[in-house]
């Protein structure tokens, strides 16, 4: 039972253009909401997160939005770079099982220069 | 601190062999989670242990696989007579706070290839 899906596999964008990832999820529980970016070879790092009391949270170029009535959150990326060329993964969390995330299936974004 | 370590980094078994993987978190960090990834899917959890005690299997840990973090530090992940469904990425990860304000960190996985 997927509980976080990412329905765009890919995504490609001119650099200095947005770059709008999306991200739908199933479980109304979930407190934290996250995003990583994983290049090849390459475990996930970490990018930004929300807590689901917020609907909004920004770090630099990336914006999290979260709309907890619809379940979905997105990913804005402004302007988009071609070092920002990776897989993202949006995931969430339920802390009261240990912080265990639960990783959509990931959006491929290509940013080309 | 050079972050989460894993090894090997590849591995590639025959099927029905026991097959090992080290995982050295974040000094500091007392969070210690496994993870697998396969092709086209995200991250998959695992297991989680608190300091040395696994508080969390999912049931995606069958009794083939065992974890064990004996002292608190390190990890070991062993997959027992290993099946070719069980190839996919391993990831370790590990943090220090309890909620998902802050992510974690994560290894760069130990690759399994069962033939």
């Known amino acids: 039972d997927q509980q976080v899906k990412q329905n765009s596999p890919s995504l490609s964008v001119q650099e200095g253009r947005i770059s709008i990832l999306n991200c739908d999820y199933t479980?109304?529980?979930?407190?934290?909401f996250l995003w990583y970016k994983k290049y090849p070879a390459e475990g996930p790092t970490f990018l930004i997160s929300?807590?689901?009391?917020?609907d909004k949270n920004e770090d630099g170029r990336f914006t999290v939005f979260l709309n907890k009535s619809a379940k979905h959150l997105s990913l804005h990326i402004v302007p988009s770079q071609p070092g920002d060329s990776a897989v993202y993964f949006c995931?969430?969390?339920?802390?009261?099982?240990?912080?265990?995330?639960?990783f959509g299936t990931g959006t491929s974004l290509t940013v080309i220069p | 601190d050079t972050g989460v370590s894993q090894d090997p980094r590849h591995k590639i078994t025959k099927r029905g062999q026991n097959v090992t993987f080290r995982c050295d978190p974040i000094?500091?960090?007392?969070?210690l989670y496994w993870y697998r990834q396969t092709l086209g899917q995200g991250p998959e959890f695992l297991t989680y242990?608190?300091?040395?005690?696994?508080?969390?299997k999912s049931r995606l840990l069958s009794d083939r696989f065992s974890a064990e973090r004996p002292k608190g530090s390190f990890s070991t992940l062993e997959i027992q007579r290993t099946e070719q469904g069980d190839s996919a990425m391993y990831l370790c990860?590990?943090?220090?706070?309890?909620?998902?304000?802050?992510?974690?960190?994560f290894g760069s996985g130990t690759r399994l290839t069962v033939v």
């Open positions: 990860a590990s943090s220090s706070r309890g909620d998902g304000h802050y992510g974690y960190t």
């Open positions: 995931a969430a969390s339920l802390t009261n099982t240990g912080n265990q995330f639960y």
């Open positions: 242990f608190q300091n040395e005690a696994q508080l969390e």
């Open positions: 929300i807590s689901s009391i917020k």
């Open positions: 000094s500091e960090h007392n969070r």
């Open positions: 479980n109304s529980m979930f407190d934290y």
